[in-house]
């Protein structure tokens, strides 16, 4: 028998290999490593998508067994005992705790549009700018920018949700010391009978009542029904209708003849939760008629995967559809694509993104589209940096920041959306005027389409049509 010598391998080599191949391994894992959060990033909007469901529930029921849920359908469908149900036109929203079993019994329901888990919602957070960059003290930027002149949105009502406001500011009384506030809500505090506190100003009491009322619930409860203890609503408030009377009529708002109906939602820390926004939304879609709401400006948002079809969203699509003009803020994610908050992700929400009217350019912070089911997101965008307007008695901003002792410089889509707003409820006037009656939906979008200033050939995901400027 003949035998062969093997060749003895170098053990360098052999090393070398090995080492060559465990690198090769870590270099693998390191990346999957990296890649996990795209890829759940990635997931999560295909998913809602396909199936209608919130993948963070599903996460929420793995871990936990049950969760809370919020169901919205059109029709009928059985659900576990809801703990509480809102009901918009023909969309049911129930509030049930769920089980894995239940929920996937229900998402092959037809009549079923969408599962969500709670989320918490907030006025994006005030994007902290130089102050020493920008004149604000010397112009009234939103009104310059966007040429407010001759229609001043008399006639018409605009909602805002928001963290309440400061009635005792000298903007918000008419020429004849009347406040412009039709009526406040509070989502914080109910009547005997269950429903959510309200205050029709002169029926109810004097400003001077209210104040009182107030400020005795603040002591009591660390959160008044309807003052603005924050001072984002009081902001808001004040770009759309501020009278300008505490600054000799340098600092109007955008509307200044338009009338308020205030819903404080939001606590002093700007936050609010699911069931308080829906609370809100519901209330809006119920008054609609009684105050004769046009316009309805929504500040805030949250965060989270949605095609248009979370609770929220379709709650404000409900409101849309008796033809309220829906302004909301497209959020301050940053120049990245498919950041839209919710609920300016809503198909017949407009999503207002913020400009830098002093610099003319797109803020940095301002969220980009397109939707997660590719919609072209947001739809316009507005002044939104360093916008002065009416500030809370109430509060204490940094000083830098203040304009004398009744306004203060704010940036954000917080700031654009009002703006928006303000700018339709102009347009309504201008229309009534022309033609007698209130515009549709479709015909505000086109007079917007062919009276915007056009970054872009086309509407994109960035600015959307561009930016709106006021009726002529």
């Known amino acids: 028998m003949r035998y062969v010598r093997r060749r003895k391998r170098s053990s360098l080599g052999g090393g070398l290999s090995h080492s060559i191949r465990a690198l090769f391994?870590?270099?693998?894992?390191?990346?999957?490593?990296?890649?996990?959060?795209?890829?759940?990033?990635?997931?999560?909007?295909?998913?809602?998508?396909?199936?209608?469901?919130?993948?963070?529930?599903?996460?929420?029921?793995?871990?936990?067994?049950?969760?809370?849920?919020?169901?919205?359908?059109?029709?009928?469908?059985?659900?576990?005992?809801?703990?509480?149900?809102?009901?918009?036109?023909?969309?049911?929203?129930?509030?049930?705790?769920?089980?894995?079993?239940?929920?996937?019994?229900?998402?092959?329901?037809?009549?079923?549009?969408?599962?969500?888990?709670?989320?918490?919602?907030?006025?994006?957070?005030?994007?902290?700018?130089?102050?020493?960059?920008?004149?604000?003290?010397?112009?009234?930027?939103?009104?310059?920018?966007?040429?407010?002149?001759?229609?001043?949105?008399?006639?018409?009502?605009?909602?805002?949700?928001?963290?309440?406001?400061?009635?005792?500011?000298?903007?918000?009384?008419?020429?004849?010391?009347?406040?412009?506030?039709?009526?406040?809500?509070?989502?914080?505090?109910?009547?005997?009978?269950?429903?959510?506190?309200?205050?029709?100003?002169?029926?109810?009491?004097?400003?001077?009542?209210?104040?009182?009322?107030?400020?005795?619930?603040?002591?009591?409860?660390?959160?008044?029904?309807?003052?603005?203890?924050?001072?984002?609503?009081?902001?808001?408030?004040?770009?759309?209708?501020?009278?300008?009377?505490?600054?000799?009529?340098?600092?109007?708002?955008?509307?200044?003849?338009?009338?308020?109906v205030i819903i404080k939602a939001f606590n002093k820390d700007g936050e609010a939760s699911i069931d308080t926004c829906l609370e809100a939304l519901e209330w809006v879609y119920n008054n609609t008629e009684k105050y004769d709401i046009k316009v309805l400006s929504l500040s805030w948002g949250a965060s989270f995967a949605s095609d248009g079809r979370d609770p929220v969203s379709l709650s404000v699509n409900a409101i849309a559809g008796k033809g309220v003009l829906v302004f909301a803020a497209a959020g301050n994610e940053g120049n990245l694509p498919t950041t839209v908050v919710v609920p300016a992700v809503a198909e017949r929400a407009f999503a207002v993104g913020a400009w830098d009217a002093y610099y003319d350019r797109l803020a940095p912070f301002s969220s980009l589209g397109p939707t997660i089911d590719m919609r072209m997101k947001p739809d316009l965008v507005a002044a939104g940096v360093m916008v002065v307007s009416c500030k809370s008695q109430f509060v204490d901003f940094p000083d830098e920041y203040e304009v004398g002792e009744y306004y203060v410089a704010l940036s954000g889509t917080s700031m654009s959306t009002p703006v928006a707003a303000g700018i339709a409820a102009d347009f309504i006037e201008y229309f009534r005027y022309w033609y007698g009656r209130d515009p549709t939906i479709n015909e505000f979008i086109k007079w917007v389409e062919e009276n915007s200033r056009h970054i872009n050939m086309f509407k994109d995901f960035i600015t959307g049509v561009g930016i709106p400027i006021a009726p002529r």
């Open 25 to 260: 391994s870590m270099t693998v894992i390191v990346a999957l490593v990296l890649m996990l959060p795209v890829v759940i990033a990635l997931f999560k909007p295909m998913y809602v998508v396909i199936h209608r469901i919130d993948p963070d529930l599903l996460i929420e029921v793995s871990n936990k067994g049950k969760a809370i849920a919020y169901i919205t359908v059109k029709g009928t469908v059985k659900v576990p005992e809801p703990l509480r149900i809102w009901r918009f036109g023909d969309i049911t929203i129930y509030k049930v705790y769920i089980d894995a079993e239940t929920l996937d019994r229900l998402k092959s329901m037809k009549n079923v549009v969408s599962i969500y888990g709670a989320k918490k919602f907030s006025h994006a957070p005030l994007y902290s700018l130089d102050p020493d960059e920008y004149p604000f003290r010397d112009v009234d930027i939103d009104n310059k920018f966007h040429r407010v002149g001759r229609w001043i949105g008399r006639g018409v009502t605009v909602a805002i949700i928001d963290t309440g406001i400061d009635y005792t500011h000298p903007d918000f009384y008419d020429e004849n010391n009347r406040t412009v506030i039709k009526v406040l809500v509070s989502m914080f505090y109910v009547n005997p009978s269950g429903q959510y506190i309200f205050w029709e100003p002169y029926k109810n009491g004097t400003m001077e009542d209210l104040l009182n009322f107030d400020m005795d619930l603040w002591r009591q409860y660390g959160e008044p029904a309807f003052l603005d203890i924050n001072g984002h609503g009081t902001h808001v408030a004040g770009i759309i209708a501020g009278r300008g009377w505490a600054s000799s009529g340098k600092y109007l708002g955008v509307a200044p003849a338009t009338e308020l």
